[in-house]
């Protein structure tokens, strides 16, 4: 197990993700400055 | 978040674990308007059509973050009447996290889940009488306050 979280940068990738191991999705919107 | 919470070992764990990941910058286009977005952070939880149901919008320490994740995945399964499946993740909250700020809102939609499973009013009566005595100020003891009267 990786001690970061790997965090998807592309929604609908995460989405498609999500689908196919039936997970729902952690959609986090911050401010990277 | 990125200093104290998503750090921390349970909090990649449970993530890893338990939801798919996905962080976008607040100004991203065209999800930030998509989704109202107005401040950062804004914690979104989707099922994996992409519909919401559950936002946060502020700092959570660990251990608010994860009853906040668990809450919204039971809110996901009770907003498609997959009500066993919303009663086990929230039962996983009020065992885990019993003194989160999520837990008030845990009680009630398990109550509400097991009402709509078994058209009993009992578990709304007892849940109100569970607010009440454990979290008397909670907004969610207010909302359940009619069903005392069941």
Known sequence: ?33 | MDAVTYPNLDVIRFIQGHVVPVRLPFDAKPEANDFKVKWTPTLIILDHDGGEHHRITGFLAPEELLPMILLGIGKAHFEREAFTEAIRSLDALLKDYPKSDSAPQAIYYRAVSQYKSTHSAEPLKEAYQKLHAEYPSSEWTKRAAPYRLL
């Not at chain 1, 979280?5 to 039936?22: F, G, K, M, P, S």
């Open chain 1, 1 to 33: 197990m990786e001690n970061k979280i790997e965090w998807e940068t592309n929604l609908r990738a995460a989405i498609a993700r999500a689908q196919d191991d039936d997970r729902p999705v952690l959609l986090d919107f911050h401010n990277p400055n």
